[in-house]
């Protein structure tokens, strides 16, 4: 069976090595010297100042929009994955949704400005499929109507723009370390801002607010990773030029494979440096994207309805219409991407689109 993506493992050997350093330490959490080391490298790595570990993506969202949503409304996008409109929802702010680019399908930033009224508090885009937002024009509306900017870059991890880690962008960045995402920790995440005293705030507020054991600085939550996590996080590390240069490959093949004068692709941001971290495809309508998918899925391959379905039309948000969003969810498709995807499924996937197609 071919899914969308697997999940990369080291080997089990590595992984070993650095959880005998905990159990011979006897510490398995609260910032143990595993989570510390993790986040030095990926400092390096990613060469940005600042990170805070978390145990997922969404929770440094909820952290965020804690500290800055105010129960105000929240500019959104409606293409993006559940937990970017739960976590709004959750932390009893009201999501507005700003139709995305047909192109990019990151937020449309040039009807963000009719969505703001006097409640807004804050926007929170999302780095779709590691594609940057417009970041400098959504900066420019933020500091005009002073909002407060929120990027969940789930999809982001390697991506930079303009030369930076695209996490270094928005008053708050946030990251995904879940299995299913480009470097993992099994369940984790991060939290990321350049802002010295909102690290301090995000940093207390990912563990209950504590200032020392006995006094809090404020109000805080569970945000903690445990030493298990980090150590998967210290093994997978070292591969990632490995996997980033396996699913460039792919991404190349599919580049050069499939018949695009019935599909249309990603169009990655200009000044970015991409992390092939997902490729859809769109198609011209639905009814062609579940023949398509039918015949995949008779052949054991499973790609994925990613985005699905459009935000605003889930039934606790009740939002209003977004056109494009709608639209694009109702005809794109995730094809299979993961290192260890072989030359042969790969003509296998393309073949069998392609001629679905004719
Ligand atoms: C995966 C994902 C999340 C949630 O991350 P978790 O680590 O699963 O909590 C949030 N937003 C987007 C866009 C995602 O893809």
């Given at each position: 069976?071919?899914?969308?993506?697997?999940?990369?493992?080291?080997?089990?050997?590595?992984?070993?090595?650095?959880?005998?350093?905990?159990?011979?330490?006897?510490?398995?959490?609260?910032?143990?010297?595993?989570?510390?080391?993790?986040?030095?490298?990926?400092?390096?790595?990613?060469?940005?100042?600042?990170?805070?570990?978390?145990?997922?993506?969404?929770?440094?969202?909820?952290i965020?929009?804690?500290l800055?949503?105010?129960?105000?409304?929240?500019?959104?996008?409606?293409?993006s994955?559940?937990?970017?409109?739960?976590?709004?929802?959750w932390?009893?702010?009201?999501?507005?949704?700003?139709?995305?680019?047909?192109?990019?399908?990151?937020?449309?930033?040039?009807?963000?400005?009719?969505?703001i009224?006097?409640?807004?508090?804050?926007?929170?885009?999302?780095?779709?499929?590691?594609?940057?937002?417009?970041?400098?024009?959504?900066?420019?509306?933020?500091?005009?109507?002073n909002?407060?900017?929120?990027?969940?870059?789930?999809?982001?991890?390697?991506?930079?723009?303009?030369?930076?880690?695209?996490?270094?962008?928005?008053?708050?960045?946030?990251?995904?370390?879940?299995?299913?995402?480009?470097?993992?920790?099994?369940?984790?995440?991060?939290?990321?801002?350049?802002?010295?005293?909102?690290?301090?705030?995000?940093f207390?507020?990912?563990n209950?607010?504590?200032?020392?054991?006995?006094?809090?600085?404020?109000?805080?939550?569970?945000?903690?990773?445990?030493?298990?996590?980090?150590?998967?996080?210290?093994?997978?590390?070292?591969?990632?030029?490995?996997?980033?240069?396996?699913?460039?490959?792919?991404?190349?093949?599919?580049n050069?494979?499939?018949?695009?004068?019935?599909?249309?692709?990603?169009?990655?941001?200009?000044?970015?440096?991409?992390?092939?971290?997902?490729?859809?495809?769109?198609?011209?309508?639905?009814?062609?994207?579940?023949?398509?998918q039918?015949?995949?899925?008779?052949?054991?391959?499973?790609?994925?309805?990613?985005?699905?379905?459009?935000?605003?039309?889930?039934?606790?948000?009740?939002?209003?219409?977004?056109?494009?969003?709608?639209?694009?969810?109702?005809?794109?498709?995730?094809?299979?991407?993961?290192?260890?995807?072989?030359?042969?499924?790969?003509?296998?996937?393309?073949?069998?689109?392609?001629?679905?197609?004719?």
């Amino acid at each position: 069976m071919i899914n969308v993506t697997k999940t990369f493992l080291p080997p089990i050997e590595e992984y070993n090595k650095y959880l005998e350093r905990a159990w011979n330490k006897q510490w398995i959490t609260n910032r143990g010297e595993l989570v510390l080391e993790l986040e030095e490298k990926l400092k390096r790595s990613l060469g940005i100042d600042n990170i805070i570990i978390t145990n997922n993506g969404t929770l440094p969202l909820q952290i965020a929009l804690k500290l800055f949503g105010k129960g105000g409304e929240i500019i959104t996008t409606p293409f993006s994955y559940v937990a970017t409109t739960a976590a709004i929802v959750w932390e009893n702010c009201k999501p507005v949704f700003v139709d995305i680019h047909p192109n990019y399908l990151t937020i449309d930033e040039t009807k963000i400005e009719a969505a703001i009224t006097s409640k807004t508090t804050a926007i929170l885009a999302t780095h779709v499929f590691g594609n940057p937002c417009n970041v400098e024009a959504i900066e420019a509306i933020a500091n005009k109507y002073n909002l407060k900017v929120i990027y969940d870059a789930a999809h982001g991890f390697a991506v930079n723009y303009k030369n930076k880690s695209i996490f270094s962008y928005g008053d708050v960045s946030t990251c995904s370390f879940h299995a299913t995402k480009l470097f993992h920790t099994g369940e984790g995440g991060a939290i990321f801002t350049e802002q010295k005293d909102l690290h301090h705030k995000l940093f207390y507020s990912h563990n209950f607010g504590h200032n020392g054991p006995l006094e809090f600085y404020g109000l805080g939550i569970n945000g903690k990773i445990s030493e298990l996590q980090a150590a998967l996080g210290l093994a997978v590390l070292p591969y990632m030029e490995e996997i980033l240069s396996k699913r460039k490959e792919v991404v190349s093949f599919y580049n050069d494979n499939l018949d695009f004068s019935k599909l249309q692709t990603l169009k990655i941001r200009k000044d970015t440096d991409w992390n092939y971290s997902y490729y859809p495809i769109i198609f011209e309508n639905e009814e062609v994207l579940l023949k398509v998918q039918k015949e995949l899925n008779q052949n054991n391959i499973y790609p994925r309805r990613y985005f699905y379905p459009s935000l605003n039309t889930i039934e606790y948000t009740k939002g209003d219409k977004m056109p494009i969003s709608e639209s694009i969810v109702s005809r794109i498709l995730c094809l299979p991407l993961y290192v260890g995807l072989s030359q042969t499924d790969l003509i296998t996937i393309t073949n069998l689109i392609n001629n679905a197609l004719c």
